[in-house]
Every structure is written in structure tokens, then in C-alpha cells.
């Protein structure tokens, strides 16, 4: 679709609103994801913690933002964390716009984020752990080829609760 774009954040708005996607959801839906509102970090903390890789080179970084545009707007974004450069990181995906979710816009957007990540951290693997109970992020990664591996018991991230999830791989052989 010629109107799909996905883009780099490039600024501290950019870092906003997806910091605002999750601060201004509603409690059900945070559950849905598996996060607990209780250990979201404040806007400017959080803010704090995630624009100092803007100015990072890629193998320094810490985490890469990739923002989804959809007629020119952000609808959404992918992230990788946990990077080792040149070997592997955590993918995550998260579609801002309610109305867009199951449309399929989220595969093809997950699908090119996933390559872009590849392709400029040189990943031999993308890993991701999504809630077992979510079903959206765990029907979307086996439609991007990602491989299931187990399901076991963690605290995914530091905003997660205690919580069953599903671990999937997409090694660099079977591309997104």
C-alpha cells in the first residue's frame, strides 16, 4: 500500500506519543497487553530515559524506535530493546488507532519494521515475547514467519506484571 511508511523517530515528539499511547489508555486495555499502570513511569522520566538514542550510534543504543505512518499520520510504532548489535533483539509492535486494529495494517507494518531492524542492527535473530492471553501480537507474528518457540512464565519488561507469555524467533533465514 503506497500510503504505509515507516520511519525512524527522529524527535522527542515522537518519543510522546507513544509514551501518551500507554499513559492515556484505559486499564482494560493496558491488562490486555499485560501492563500494570502502577509501574508506568512518569511522561518526562520515561521521556528521559528514551531520547538519549537519538543522539546514539546504532551498536550504542538501547532501544530503536520506528514509527508506523498511514496517510500520513502515526497510527503506531515498533521498537527493538535488549539489543545486541549484530546478533539479536526484542521486537514489540503496538497500533495506536482502535479503529485500525484487525484490519491487517498491523502484519504489514510489523513485516517492514521487522526487515528495517534487521537490516540496520545487521540481526541475525528478533525475538518477542508477547502476553500468551493477547491474541492480536500472537496471530500477528506467525503471520510474519516468526517461529514459535515456548510458553513460560516471566515479567516481560519493567511495566509488566508476573504473566504467561509466548516466545517467538524470526532468524535472519526466514525473513519478515
Known sequence: MDNMEVRPFSSSADYERAIDYFLTADDSYLLGMGVDRSLLPGRDSWLQMLVPDLGRDDPE?????????????????????KIKFGEEAFIHLHMYKPDLRKAGLGTQFF????QTFVERFKLKRLLCEPWAGNEAPNRVLLKAGFTFLRKYRTVPSLIQFEQEVNRYELT???KA
Open 172 to 174: 535472519t533465514s526466514r
Open 111 to 114: 513485516k517492514r519494521s521487522a
Open 61 to 81: 543504543k538501547q532501544a530503536f524506535y520506528v514509527a508506523w505512518m498511514y496517510n500520513g499520520e502515526i497510527i503506531g510504532h515498533s521498537n527493538i530493546n
